[in-house]
């Protein structure tokens, strides 16, 4: 599968921004998605999952409760909603597919979300 992720920018703290990344390949719908990023001189971590069905999703702690990630099987997207952003959510977000264990097989671009404090 191939990813090609969009939708980031500046924004204000406290702002809102919606990620999409548009998936193709015949495999999408067998795979579970998910996003990670990377910030500026930090490791890169994970973000949020979202399961084949879209019925199950999980998030880093760090983002519970203002980021929602959510898939649309039909149109082969996933989108990470995200609210409330902090300065510290600053970083390139990366859409993932085809996990093995912990590792995730299929890697996009990246998009660079950046949030001025």
């Known amino acids: 599968v191939q990813l090609q992720a969009s939708g980031g920018g500046l924004v204000q703290a406290g702002g809102s921004l919606r990620l999409a990344c548009a998936a193709s390949?015949?495999?999408?719908?067998?795979?579970?998605m998910g996003w990670f990023r990377q910030a500026p001189g930090k490791e890169r971590e994970f973000v949020a999952r979202v399961g084949k069905s879209g019925g199950s999703t999980y998030y880093a702690d760090s983002v519970k409760g203002r980021f929602t990630i959510s898939r649309d099987n039909a149109k082969n997207m996933v989108y990470l909603q995200m609210n409330s952003l902090q300065h510290e959510d600053t970083a390139v977000y990366y859409c993932?597919?085809?996990?093995?264990?912990?590792?995730?097989?299929?890697w996009g671009q990246g998009t660079q979300v950046t949030v001025s404090s």
């Open positions: 390949g015949r495999t999408f719908s067998s795979s579970d």
């Open positions: 993932v597919a085809d996990p093995v264990g912990r590792r995730w097989n299929a």
